[in-house]
């Protein structure tokens, strides 16, 4: 019989002690408010498709307080996790290389966000434009 005992590393809360990784859970935690939205947009969908009497629920109901305070949570955890995800994606991509230069992780992050603001931003017109009637 052996006596020796194996060395087993203890795995529990190993990514508390790494601010990265601290980081990059709260962020893979945040994809359950995305979750979550993406559930009361899909009801949505399927409020709509019932009818005029099964919308009109919906929207009384995103309408109420409660629901309000609980979107505004999701928005906030939304920003921040769109946020950690382009501030992680430099470390996920491979070395971008332009006139043999490597890119910075700073622009990569900055031009990631400005173009998600661009976009949010021509989403937003055009459906400004669509609720108009122009």
Same mark, same amino acid.
């Given at each position: 019989m052996n006596a020796r005992k194996p060395y087993i590393r !203890?795995?529990?809360? %190993? %990514?508390?002690?790494? !601010?990265?990784? /601290?980081?990059?859970?709260?962020?893979?935690g945040t994809a359950?408010?995305?979750?979550?939205?993406? /559930?009361?947009?899909?009801?949505?969908?399927?409020?709509?498709?019932?009818?005029?009497?099964? %919308?009109?629920?919906?929207?009384?109901?995103?309408?109420?307080? !409660?629901i309000l305070i609980i979107n505004l949570?999701?928005?906030a955890a939304m920003l921040y996790h769109g946020y950690t995800w382009f501030k992680i994606m430099p470390r996920t991509l491979p !070395?971008?290389?332009i006139g043999g230069q490597k890119v910075a992780a700073a622009t990569i992050t900055t031009v990631g966000i400005a173009a998600a603001v661009g976009a949010?931003?021509?989403?937003?017109i055009a459906l400004w434009f669509i609720a108009r009637g122009l």
């Amino acid at each position: 019989m052996n006596a020796r005992k194996p060395y087993i590393r !203890p795995m529990a809360g %190993w %990514w508390r002690h790494n !601010p990265f990784f /601290l980081e990059y859970m709260v962020h893979e935690g945040t994809a359950f408010f995305v979750l979550a939205y993406a /559930l009361e947009l899909l009801a949505g969908l399927i409020c709509l498709t019932q009818g005029e009497a099964a %919308w009109n629920s919906y929207r009384a109901f995103v309408a109420s307080g !409660p629901i309000l305070i609980i979107n505004l949570a999701i928005f906030a955890a939304m920003l921040y996790h769109g946020y950690t995800w382009f501030k992680i994606m430099p470390r996920t991509l491979p !070395p971008m290389i332009i006139g043999g230069q490597k890119v910075a992780a700073a622009t990569i992050t900055t031009v990631g966000i400005a173009a998600a603001v661009g976009a949010s931003a021509l989403v937003f017109i055009a459906l400004w434009f669509i609720a108009r009637g122009l």
